[in-house]
């Protein structure tokens, strides 16, 4: 999305906090940093993957009846749209396949996992899209995807986050079976929601992410420095350089040495192991 939230990325993936992260590939950062992020991948293995992004920024695409003067949408009008199934199907394709061609023009491979800006990618219609295409185009090397649900037990034994993620979970019911039916391998658990406010401390956010049952537990954050680049580009700041001052310290360590845990890779994620893929 910027530098600023790519060099605070890149240092977490060097660490060892971070296990994946997705692209931003309509953004001009994504072909300015590609290459060092491959370098950095071929040391300190991660899984990179494709940022779908439908929300708030220049189509690659036309995006006919998608996108108003080459933007897209709002991630509030896409979701109206997209419940009414009045999202334009050719639209949505074509824009895919531009993101995922600029992503392995830069990569020279396929992306490891597909994810979505906002969530967008597991709404009503647009997730059909998405699973078709990317069976068509991978066949027996499909990505993983974001699965962006999990039993509501499980989310209430968590009580953080619990509002946001029974919204998001209920908007991205269905998807998981779906992708199943293809092929497409999924997270069971998907962790990380909350209100972006600095009450409660980040450390609780994430070390009630790291609780409860699951074995492909995904736990998504925001970690950045805010810098003009992203200023312009988005409004969350603080709390990315919250969650980034907590990932570099020695809390983050001692929470998931407590917790019996690492940062993990999706295929090293088994229900034998004790790991957490995140990013």
Known sequence: MSDGVSTAIEELIERGR??????????????RRASGLKALVARHPADIGL??????????????GLARDGRLPEIGPLVLRAL?????????????????D???????????????????HALPGIRAILIAELTQ????RLPWLRNCTEPASWARQRKLGLRKALIVGTLAAGSAPQAAKAGIAT?????????FTADPPYR?????SLAGPGTRVLVHCHPGIVDDELRRLDPLLEPRERELAYFRSEACEEDLAGAGVR?????????????????
């Not at 779908?52 to 036309?62: I, K, N, V, Y």
């Not at 009414?84 to 995922?100: F, K, S, Y």
């Not at 069971?188 to 209100?195: H, I």
């Open 51 to 64: 940022h779908f992004t439908l929300t708030g920024q220049r189509a690659l695409s036309p995006a006919r």
């Open 102 to 120: 600029a992503f392995e023009d830069e990569w020279g491979a396929p992306p490891d996992f597909i994810d979505g800006h906002q969530h967008a």
């Open 263 to 279: 940062p993990a890779r999706f295929h090293e994620t088994a229900p034998a192991s004790a790991s957490v893929a995140g990013g």
């Open 18 to 31: 971070l296990s994946a992260t997705g692209a931003m590939t309509g953004l001009p950062g994504w072909k």
């Open 187 to 195: 997270n069971d658990s998907f962790r990380g929601l909350y209100g």
């Open 137 to 140: 185009r991978y066949g027996a």
């Open 204 to 208: 609780a956010v994430f070390r009630a």
């Open 84 to 100: 009414a199934g009045a999202l334009p199907r050719a639209a949505l394709r074509d824009e895919l396949r531009a993101q995922l």
